[in-house]
């Protein structure tokens, strides 16, 4: 089992709807979670931390299930710009050491389309 | 400020050749890391380093050599070239693993 999935999708969805992804991970001892977005033949930059209580950026709301494993980024009103692929990376510490390690699933593509 | 940079941007291997992909930081980051992108497969840790001098293995770090002799820099070395490492990698730094990771524009390696 993958220490991190997602749905590749790809999700196909039109300007101003609501859209929402799902991650799972399997380190119940993972510390902290991220998504990063990632816009074709570029590098991924932070979209949003993703804290226990839940955190809303603007249109992006981000939620963290430890019981359940997974986190969830749902977007709101979307726009074209938001065509992008969403990276979910959870944090995890190796046995036996001190240095975290970043595992990133292997991504959702979105494309928002008129 | 320059942020992440990465060179080169493109290379062309032939099998056995050996390479050094470079990294170079502005933001005095001490966390640096390398990652390759495979379709399907997603980024995927190669080697990191939490500060010069100290370095460690990730997910897939046969086939690849690093070192940290000072803050700046993270190379990455492929010993000996194989089709199999044809990939897009990403070098990325932060404060620390827990904070924001800023990524370089990556370098897309083709291995024939």
């Known amino acids: 089992r993958k220490e991190v999935e997602q749905d590749p999708g790809p999700f196909n969805v039109p300007e101003g709807a609501t859209v929402a992804f799902n991650c799972t991970y399997s380190?119940?001892?993972?510390?902290?979670f991220f998504w990063y977005r990632q816009d074709c033949r570029k590098e991924p930059k932070l979209l949003m931390s993703?804290?226990?209580s839940g955190n809303e950026d603007g249109r992006f709301t981000a939620q963290l299930n430890r019981a359940s494993q997974y986190i969830s980024l749902l977007i709101r009103d979307s726009k074209l710009s938001d065509s992008a692929t969403y990276l979910c990376?959870?944090?995890?510490?190796?046995?036996?050491?001190?240095?975290?390690?970043?595992?990133f699933g292997q991504g959702t593509i979105l494309t928002v389309h008129p | 400020n320059a942020g992440v940079t990465q060179t080169p941007k493109f290379q062309v291997l032939k099998t056995g050749q050996s390479m050094t992909l470079q990294c170079a930081q502005d933001?005095?980051?001490?966390?640096m890391s390398w990652y390759r992108q495979d379709p399907g497969m997603g980024l995927r840790l190669i080697h990191y380093?939490?500060?010069?001098?100290?370095?460690d293995q990730g997910e897939v770090p046969n086939g690849y050599n690093v070192s940290r002799s000072t803050t700046e820099d993270f190379p990455l070395r492929l010993l000996s070239a194989a089709p199999s490492q044809t990939s897009v990698y990403f070098c990325?730094?932060?404060?620390?693993?827990?904070?924001?990771?800023?990524f370089g524009p990556g370098t897309r390696l083709t291995v024939l």
């Open positions: 990325a730094t932060g404060t620390g693993p827990y904070n924001e990771q800023f």
């Open positions: 380093s939490v500060g010069a001098g100290i370095t």
């Open positions: 993703v804290y226990s």
């Open positions: 990376v959870v944090l995890s510490f190796a046995g036996g050491t001190s240095y975290g390690k970043l595992t």
């Open positions: 380190n119940s001892a993972s510390q902290s």
């Open positions: 933001m005095n980051h001490e966390y």
